[in-house]
């Protein structure tokens, strides 16, 4: 069941994803931008070929390559290590369903639609699959540091350390 419902959690956020860039392809790029909240946020089509601020611009072999590996590593520490801990699982689902939702685009097209554009700050173009990502490691980091808190190794050095 465990399994089952990771991955049903990833499917579903990959299809978000999917759903929401074909939408972007259909109805954002004939125009370009629109408003979303007013001098704040906007939606705005772009095509990536590259990763978070356009590095590796053109490489799409070397990010394919890399997200692959990335995505089976993590998928194997989430069905191999995250039974008992329910923040690390869903962050890994996060991971993953935002890392694939991008490998699939980067496999069918060599690029990757963005469509999320804050205007109140400087900042690269973006989509769903990639707040996946980075939230889902935002509470990855976050699960380990809870995890280290809460060990019997970390409690015991921090009494030897208190002596």
């Not at 299809?15 to 004939?30: C, F």
């Not at 997200?67 to 801990?85: E, K, P, Q, V």
């Not at 996060?94 to 699939?104: C, E, H, K, P």
């Not at 809460?150 to 350390?161: L, T």
Request: charged share 15%; aromatic share 10%; glycine share 8%.
């Amino acid at each position: 069941m465990f399994v089952f419902l990771n991955l049903i959690a990833i499917a579903a956020l990959v299809g978000i994803d999917q759903a929401i860039k074909l939408w972007a392809v259909q109805n954002l790029q004939p125009v370009g931008s629109m408003p979303l909240i007013p001098h704040v946020v906007e939606l705005h089509f772009t095509y990536n070929e590259g990763m978070a601020f356009s590095l590796l611009w053109g490489r799409q072999e070397i990010l394919i390559a890399a997200t692959s590996i990335g995505m089976l590593l993590i998928a194997w520490w989430l069905f191999t290590h995250c039974r008992n801990d329910q923040l690390q699982r869903w962050a890994l689902v996060l991971v993953l369903g935002g890392g694939i939702g991008n490998l699939i685009d980067r496999i069918a097209a060599g690029r990757v639609v963005d469509y999320i554009n804050l205007l109140f700050m400087n900042f690269a173009v973006f989509n769903f699959a990639d707040i996946c990502v980075c939230v889902g490691m935002g509470l990855w980091v976050l699960s380990v540091i809870l995890e280290e808190r809460r060990s019997p190794e970390s409690k015991a050095g921090k009494a030897e350390g208190d002596k």
